[in-house]
């Protein structure tokens, strides 16, 4: 069955791969203590631990000047800020809106599972930030405390057309929240007025921006309005045309049938599939559901290696990057169905050699120097126990699926 097309991508932008906070932080605060209008910025999880306090004291720093800084938060993800951090943003000036909070009920309404787990930050209309690191500690988990090694994850610092495209999706989920708060509070006349002389704002930046000659690229989201599937249809698309090779690295990896059988596919025909994935445990359900797909995926030649030194956090692929057609994606989307068909997310993807190359070389680093290859063999030997817990959570998967009305 043919893959429906997705957006073409955009030549003229400047796209630089940035792995962890080590290089992701420094590049963020650089771009915010720059920031001359406005500052928009959304996250899963906002924790002030270590590292991630240089990120909110950006963030005041640059509302403390008069730019107008927006951050938005998951209600799952961050929850509760400690009430020190929450005054001081509050006092410095940034406007701060809860993503779904989660109410007396919690996850047990099926509508909240919808959450919102894209990265993004866009400065002044000019730049922007997109990938899978939330504001956290690389050394630090908050279920599991300090970490003897940094995550795994990646980001990209993007300039060009397509910067606009992700502050007009900011900008939208902003006002739809603001919206919502401002009906209970009766303020929608003032509230109308601001966001005309943002976007007024915004527009006139926009406009004295030049693009040039760069690398072609394109932002893919995925919502539950317009963009259902867009992203995995990118992922299908792309593995569907790889001629050499595909490397995956995915911390919570269920994929659907389709995308199965595209792996499974494209390995059948002499490409060299290669999957990174999450090797130490760190949630029941995406641990144990990740295993039973194992099986099928190693049969049909895919190589499947587990990240071992710390938690595995990424959402990247590259396809073909030695080839005429290279392929890359970078972003907040795991393989899984909570990303693939219920959360927010964002990706971009980009078509160009050196990119590829550069993404390529980190993957394959990790697997040859921090990864365990699984065996067949030993896979089909795991104890009777760890295949149990695997069906249930599998199971469990399934069944949550059946309750929200998915089909995956």
Known sequence: MPVPPVRRPR??????????????????VAAMDAAVSDIQFETYIFDCTGSGAEVAHALMRAAGRGVRVHL????????????????????????MQVYSPLGPLGLLLPR??????RKLCVVDGRVLFCGG??????????????????????????????VA?????????????????????????????????????????????????????????????????????????????ARHEVIIANAYFIP??????????????????????????????QYHAAR????????AGVEIHEYAPSFLHAKVAVIDADGARPWATVGSSNLDPLSLLLAREANV????????????????????????????????RRPWRMRLLDRIAFGCMRAALWVTGNRY
């Open 349 to 380: 993807v980009v078509k160009d050699r050196v990119f590829a190359r550069e993404l390529r070389a980190r993957l394959v680093h990790a697997m040859e120097h921090a990864g365990r290859r699984v065996e067949p063999g030993l896979y089909a």
């Open 112 to 117: 909240r599972w919808r959450r919102l787990h």
């Open 11 to 28: 030549p003229g932008h400047q796209v630089t791969l940035l792995q962890g906070t080590a290089e992701y932080f420094p590049a963020l």
């Open 292 to 299: 039973p797909v194992y099986g099928a995926l190693l049969a």
């Open 256 to 285: 659907g049938a389709k995308l199965r059988r595209a792996l499974k596919h494209a390995a059948g025909r002499g490409v060299r599939v290669q999957l990174l994935l999450q090797g130490r445990y760190e949630y029941f359900m």
């Open 72 to 95: 938005v938060v998951d209600g799952v993800g961050t929850g509760q800020l400690p009430p020190e951090w929450q005054q001081g943003l509050v006092q410095a000036g940034v406007r």
């Open 165 to 241: 495209q992700a502050s007009d999706a900011m900008e939208q989920l902003w006002w739809r929240l603001k919206a919502g708060q401002d009906a209970r509070q009766r303020r929608l006349a003032l509230a109308l007025a601001d966001w005309r002389a943002a976007r007024s704002a915004k527009f006139k930046a926009r406009h004295a921006e030049r693009a040039g000659r760069g690398m072609r690229a394109v932002f893919l989201l995925r919502d539950n309005v317009r963009h259902r599937s867009r992203i995995e249809r990118a992922y299908r698309r792309a593995i569907a045309r």
């Open 133 to 162: 690191i939330n504001v956290l500690d690389d050394f630090h988990d908050p279920h599991h405390g300090r970490l003897e090694a940094p995550r795994l994850d990646f980001a990209v610092q993007v300039q060009g057309s397509l």
